[in-house]
């Protein structure tokens, strides 16, 4: 099966506004609503500036993190899988507003329990995907979506528990294409990622490696002014975004909107030959 190149040419980019009711999940700080409304608004005129059409999704009444797009599911060239989060976690029910707007659009595959899948955990490089186990993505839901990828053709490594709970490896590493990783100083001898050139971002800066890269432009939160000198060496553009207080609720750059590749319209696409469940895994 013929896989698109050139994951980082996005199309459309999925995004849910913030709930006015942010501030009930906040972790690290209480968000302020205005300054998180007027902070979206900028990270949705940067994705626009990438050449990005954005469709909005509205979230079901209280979901203070539906905003955390990202987390809900897992974007390939043609295929969309929709995670599954806890049966207690106050996150359930987002999937559902993902899962129509992307209908007609994408092959919607949906990771079932007792499987957990979150999109944190899971990063794409090139036409390789790595998913992190946590305690948000278990081994049943990490099958799932290894299956769902397989059978689209795309490579699939998975990566034990980190020592660091806290770590998500979508938010630890981002791919700025040819053989470059943007990475986190704790993951940049990891087994997986030895073959790969690096720009590596030290412990004391931890959240500029939870970039995204678009259409050949780099959107770095804003305070890495080192980061952003190393990535400008390397001839690519950068765009600094503010999202501090989404930060306070576990938010990042990447999962602040699903992004849709650009699907080469002349490139013929091989369907899976048949239909599978995921209670085949």
Not at 48 to 75: F, K, S, Y
Request: aromatic share 6%.
């Amino acid at each position: 099966m013929a896989v698109v190149e050139m994951f980082d040419r996005i199309s459309s980019a999925l995004i849910c506004p913030p709930a006015g009711n942010l501030a009930a999940a906040a972790a690290l700080g209480v968000p302020d609503a205005g300054r998180a409304g007027s902070q979206h608004w900028k990270y949705v005129e940067a994705l626009r500036q990438c050449g990005a059409d954005v469709v909005t999704v509205t979230a079901a009444e209280g979901l203070p993190q539906a905003c955390l797009i990202g987390n809900a599911a897992v974007m390939a060239d043609h295929l969309a899988v929709i995670g599954n989060f806890s049966d207690n976690s106050p996150r359930q029910g987002e999937q559902r507003g993902i899962a129509a707007a992307l209908a007609g659009e994408k092959f919607l595959k949906f990771v079932t329990a007792p499987g957990l899948l979150d999109g944190d955990d899971v990063l794409r490089v090139d036409n390789h995907f790595y998913i992190g186990l946590s305690d948000r993505t278990n081994q049943e839901g990490a099958a799932q979506l290894a299956f769902f990828l397989t059978e689209f053709g795309y490579g699939v490594t998975m990566l034990e528990p980190p020592a660091d709970a806290a770590l998500r490896l979508n938010a630890a590493a981002t791919s700025l294409g040819q053989n470059t990783l943007l990475v986190r100083e704790e993951l940049a001898r990891h087994f997986a990622f030895l073959t790969f050139d690096k720009i590596i971002v030290p412990r004391h800066a931890r959240g500029a490696a939870a970039a995204v890269f678009a259409n050949g432009a780099v959107l770095l939160p804003a305070g890495y002014a080192e980061t952003a000198a190393d990535i400008r060496k390397t001839g690519r553009p950068v765009i600094e975004v503010n999202i501090s207080e989404f930060e306070k609720i576990g938010g990042t750059l990447k999962n602040l909107s699903l992004r849709l590749p650009k699907t080469a319209a002349q490139a013929p696409v091989e369907l899976p030959r048949r239909e599978n469940s995921a209670a085949a895994v």
